[in-house]
């Protein structure tokens, strides 16, 4: 029995592999990286904008926010570093800009990952106009629950203690911060893929793949991160960081897609 089961998980993974190819994953993780990384700059500079209105003059409780944030999201701690003083003083300049590219930039992401989910799953996939105005319309009951998903997950993962009790309040943490993430990419797949694509339960798989891979690189990202930025920096300087940061995007876009790979194969077989 568990020679069929594993002769069973070999022949799905190698069936996702096999139709990922067909769908060119890698030119559409390309994409959906390009439009996430242009999409987290705004939101970082109007999460700080916000950060500097409720935490004027308290320079320990910022470093300590940008600490959660950066924990929650793998990969900005290179790219906020120093620059947190100069962005906070110039909040409400920071605020203005960061709203409006949000709002644009976050359209366009949820428009990059709608063409590709339509791919994925065959479905009817609308005109880039079209693309946009549904994105735009799915943009902020997602980017609210994005929000309560960092929030949480920064929140269950912020205990520093050592000891038995702090490891397991870590532990904890690391748990509840998956299920709300489970519940977050499900909510993602389910509202971004177009025309008739399977219901929540038919995105279960694909959102478990993801939450799972988002979680080990939150909990890997920093180290990776500064892997990466510490070899770039010798050669790009201080571009070093955002290659680290493109290099998280990139895996994560990559799991994204193939976490839909996943659910279009066994939907298909269903």
Do not use: C
Request: aromatic share 8%; net charge positive; glycine share 14%.
């Amino acid at each position: 029995m568990n020679k069929l089961r594993e002769r069973r998980e070999v022949l799905l993974g190698k069936e996702v592999h096999r139709r990922a190819s067909l769908d060119g994953l890698g030119t559409l993780a390309a994409a959906l990286t390009y439009s996430a990384f242009l999409s987290l700059l705004p939101l970082v500079l109007l999460g700080l904008s916000v950060a500097g209105f409720l935490l004027a003059g308290d320079p320990g409780r910022q470093a300590s926010w940008r600490a959660h944030l950066t924990g929650s999201i793998p990969g900005l701690a290179p790219l906020i570093g120093r620059n947190l003083t100069a962005v906070v003083d110039g909040r409400i300049g920071t605020g203005i800009v960061g709203l409006i590219g949000v709002v644009w930039t976050a359209s366009g992401l949820a428009s990059s990952a709608s063409h590709a989910l339509g791919l994925v799953f065959r479905t009817a996939r609308p005109g880039p106009v079209r693309r946009r105005l549904d994105a735009l319309a799915s943009m902020a009951g997602l980017g609210a629950l994005g929000l309560v998903s960092i929030a949480i997950t920064s929140f269950a993962t912020g205990w520093n203690a050592s000891d038995a009790i702090g490891v397991s309040l870590r532990v904890l943490g690391v748990a509840a911060g998956f299920a709300v993430d489970l519940g977050f990419f499900l909510a993602v797949y389910r509202a971004l893929t177009p025309g008739r694509g399977p219901s929540f339960r038919g995105h279960l798989p694909g959102a478990a793949l993801m939450a799972f891979g988002w979680t080990l690189l939150k909990l890997a990202g920093s180290w990776y991160t500064i892997r990466v930025a510490t070899h770039a920096t010798a050669l790009y300087g201080t571009v070093g960081g955002v290659f680290g940061l493109l290099a998280i995007l990139s895996i994560a876009a990559r799991i994204f897609l193939y976490g839909a790979e996943l659910s279009a194969v066994l939907a298909e077989e269903h």
